[in-house]
């Protein structure tokens, strides 16, 4: 009975020790379990370590480029308040330039109005000063006709009372009307309305000789006033 009841307890023992070892060797397979889960968690860590540092290096690029960016913006719109500024700028010079031309063009066509208004006025007045000296001319002319056809009466009238010889007797100068027009000859200048030697014919009239009226005044010839007006 002793040695069944020891070979019991043998035999609990044995059990309990098997029972000791399924629990240490599962305990061991669960150390290896937690052991490789612990592996892959590091791995895990490692790989989202990594992960994390490629992030801060892209945030940090991100934030390099972002900085790049609003320095760029800013120098860009910096240059455009510049460059909106000199536009403005030029846009006023020159809209001030166009007005300045505008009143120049204005100012000038007035002036050249006016001028060509003168010209106008100068052009009516010359016109009007040819045709009143035209008349004036006409009526000269007339006048010194009628005048030279006295002179040439009274002179034919003396040189037949002095027996002045037909081929002796030289014509008065004409002065025709277009020739006057023309400046040849001088309608108002009575060079030559005689053409007689005075000291030779009607008793040297003008050279120390008797006057006309100590010689005789030719019959017919009676006194006349002559004028060019």
């Known amino acids: 009975q002793e040695k069944e009841r020891k070979g019991k307890e043998a035999l609990a023992e044995l059990k309990k020790l098997i029972e000791y070892v399924k629990e240490v060797d599962a305990d061991i397979r669960k150390a290896n379990e937690a052991e490789a889960k612990v ?3 590091e791995a895990e860590v490692n790989k989202t370590e990594e992960e994390l540092f490629q992030l801060d290096q892209k945030i940090d690029d991100l934030t390099r480029q972002e900085t790049n ?3 760029k913006i800013a120098r860009q719109k ?3 308040e510049l460059k909106r500024q000199a536009a403005e700028a030029s846009l006023k010079a020159a809209k ?6 505008k009143a120049r063009n204005a100012a000038n066509d007035a002036k050249r109005a006016e001028e060509e208004n003168q010209v106008k006025q100068l052009e009516l007045k010359m016109q009007k000063e040819d ?12 006048n010194f006709a009628s005048l030279r056809d006295q002179v040439v009466k009274y002179h034919a009238g003396l040189a037949d009372e002095m027996g002045v010889a037909e081929n002796e007797r030289v014509p008065l100068q004409r002065v025709e009307p277009e020739n006057a027009k023309r400046g040849v000859g001088d309608f108002t200048n009575t060079i030559n309305w005689t053409n007689y030697d005075l000291t030779k014919n009607f008793g040297g009239i003008g050279k120390g000789k008797p006057s006309l009226a100590a010689v005789g005044r030719p019959a017919g010839a009676e006194d006349t006033e002559f004028t060019l007006s």
């Open 69 to 71: 960016w609003k320095e």
């Open 78 to 80: 910096e240059q455009g």
């Open 96 to 101: 001030e330039e166009l007005a300045a031309v």
């Open 131 to 142: 045709e009143e000296h035209e008349r004036e001319i006409q009526a000269l002319v007339t």
């Open 39 to 41: 592996k892959g968690l």
